[in-house]
């Protein structure tokens, strides 16, 4: 129950992090915040022989909210999420998901660029970066590149990212600031999503024109459901109930001891209609009705 | 090893750590602050709780070379120097808030993180909370009226003894 022992790194600016994270490539892990990581080095889950540790790395903690959209960089806390005004003005649904992740003690040390490069497939970022148009920033001595949300999520802890890069930022749209919900089952409070769903839509003159529905914890990654945003941008009376159903009938989740397969399915329609709901009656301010 | 320079409620620590030792073990073996309990090992009980620059942090899911230049608090911070307990510390014993003990030290610490960030907030919130800290004793309802004395100075039920 203690990490094996590994070589320590603590850069002090970006360029010399990209230098050890090419020197070190698949030796190595990355530890940001260190929520999802200690516990598997306390377990020996993970046994890198480097560990390199961003926390003196400056410049990775800023929230900006250029032209359309919020920068948030990837040493940013769930704690600061759930807190920070431009968040909660330009990304309001990224706020409201910030407080289901852990408890308090694990919001103020674990990250947002922590969570999605573990990419466990019941974390909330990884549907919230779905849901708003989001993608991911990497950084590595070959250069930076941005990857959509979609692309960058590809199984269970696997993503993207190479090994000799490493994520320093998240981006989200501001477009669905006005109209968006997010649910979630818990078997008990701070406890990984059984079932969450991210929904977030664009509303033009009362009728829905864009809508994104995001769906953690059925699959061995977050999960879109095209069939389920098709149904509320049909316009029917009936949007939110054949939302919920399409959501239900677009998955295949396993069996597991956190719950059956039919349990999660029932989970994700009753999540859907909450979320979906939510999102229909959020108010001009960006303010949901819980 | 490396050399790391701390604050530990209030007075200043330099010691020389291996990058893998445990914050809650460099509290505990290399400082003598064996109030902070190591319970689960990760990160899922809570009795490991400290405030690191004042917020809740678990001490067994930090490096103690994380904790360089850092200002680290525990329970033993309550009631330093021999003084009379804590107000929350005296809550909780006139409340049975414990039995055992093993959770207390993280449990105070996290209620003195909620007297600082939400003193008004009533059980609902302070089972809220109180959610990452596990207790097996208690069934956390003596727990939950001492936290509401010491916020509140009432109505918590105190120990009629």
């Known amino acids: 129950?203690?990490?094996?022992?590994?070589?320590?790194?603590s850069p002090?600016?970006?360029?010399?992090?990209?230098?050890?994270?090419?020197?070190?490539?698949?030796?190595?892990?990355?530890?940001?915040?260190?929520?999802?990581?200690?516990?598997?080095?306390?377990?020996?889950?993970?046994?890198?022989?480097?560990?390199i540790d961003l926390g003196r790395v400056p410049g990775l903690d800023s929230i900006a909210s250029p032209n359309g959209s919020v920068e948030v960089g990837a040493m940013v806390t769930h704690r600061r999420m759930e807190t920070d005004p431009i968040v909660a003005a330009v990304a309001p649904l990224a706020q409201r998901a910030a407080g289901y992740v852990g408890y308090l003690a694990i919001r103020n040390r674990g990250t947002v660029g922590g969570s999605v490069a573990?990419?466990?497939?019941?974390?909330?970022w990884p549907i919230v970066l779905l849901a708003l148009d989001g993608n991911v920033g990497l950084a590595s001595s070959r250069g930076w590149r941005n990857v959509a949300a979609?692309?960058?999520?590809?199984?269970?802890?696997?993503?993207?990212?190479?090994?000799?890069?490493?994520?320093?930022?998240?981006?989200?749209?501001?477009?669905?600031?006005?109209?968006?919900?997010?649910?979630?089952f818990q078997r008990r409070t701070g406890d990984f999503a059984t079932v969450a769903v991210a929904v977030a839509c664009?509303?033009?003159?009362?009728?829905?024109?864009?809508?994104?529905?995001?769906?953690?914890?059925?699959?061995?990654?977050?999960?879109r459901c095209r069939e389920a945003e098709s149904a509320l941008t049909a316009g029917?009376?009936?949007?939110?109930?054949?939302?919920?159903?399409?959501?239900?009938?677009?998955?295949?989740?396993?069996?597991?001891?956190?719950?059956?397969?039919?349990?999660?399915?029932?989970?994700?329609?009753?999540?859907?209609?909450?979320?979906?709901r939510q999102a229909l009656t959020v108010n001009e301010a960006g303010i949901g009705d819980g | 090893m490396a050399e790391i320079s701390l604050i530990v409620n209030g007075e200043p620590a330099i010691a020389q750590v291996d990058p893998r030792t445990l914050l809650s073990d460099f509290l505990r073996d290399d400082l003598g602050l064996t109030g902070?309990?190591?319970?689960?090992?990760?990160?899922?009980?809570?009795?490991?709780?400290?405030?690191?620059?004042?917020?809740?942090?678990?001490?067994?899911?930090?490096?103690?070379?994380?904790?360089?230049?850092?200002?680290?608090?525990?329970?033993?911070?309550?009631?330093?120097?021999?003084a009379g307990l804590h107000p929350i510390q005296q809550a909780f014993k006139d409340c049975h808030g414990l039995q055992c003990g093993f959770c207390t030290p993280g449990l105070l610490m996290s209620v003195v993180e909620l007297a600082a960030t939400n003193p008004g907030c009533g059980r609902d919130e302070i089972r809220e909370h109180l959610s990452g800290n596990v207790c097996r004793c208690t069934g956390y309802h003596h727990i939950v009226d001492a936290v509401e004395r010491a916020l509140n100075g009432a109505p918590g039920r105190a120990?009629?003894?």
């Open chain 1, 150 to 184: 979609e692309d960058f999520f590809e199984s269970v802890y696997t993503t993207a990212r190479r090994p000799d890069e490493v994520v320093t930022s998240l981006r989200f749209s501001s477009r669905f600031a006005h109209s968006w919900g997010f649910s979630e």
């Open chain 2, 36 to 82: 902070t309990h190591v319970g689960c090992e990760h990160g899922y009980c809570g009795a490991c709780t400290v405030l690191v620059d004042g917020a809740s942090a678990r001490s067994c899911l930090m490096l103690a070379i994380q904790a360089d230049a850092r200002s680290v608090e525990t329970v033993e911070s309550l009631s330093a120097n021999g």
């Open chain 1, 12 to 51: 002090r600016t970006l360029p010399e992090l990209l230098e050890v994270l090419e020197e070190t490539g698949d030796e190595a892990v990355v530890l940001a915040g260190g929520q999802s990581l200690l516990p598997m080095l306390n377990l020996r889950l993970a046994t890198p022989s480097h560990v």
């Open chain 1, 118 to 124: 573990h990419a466990d497939p019941a974390a909330e």
């Open chain 2, 159 to 161: 120990d009629e003894s």
């Open chain 1, 202 to 223: 664009v509303v033009e003159s009362g009728e829905v024109a864009e809508a994104r529905v995001a769906i953690a914890g059925v699959a061995d990654r977050p999960l």
């Open chain 1, 236 to 276: 029917s009376a009936s949007a939110a109930i054949d939302a919920a159903e399409a959501a239900r009938d677009c998955i295949d989740p396993v069996s597991d001891i956190h719950g059956s397969s039919s349990f999660r399915k029932r989970l994700v329609y009753a999540e859907t209609l909450r979320a979906v």
């Open chain 1, 1 to 9: 129950m203690k990490p094996p022992r590994f070589a320590y790194y």
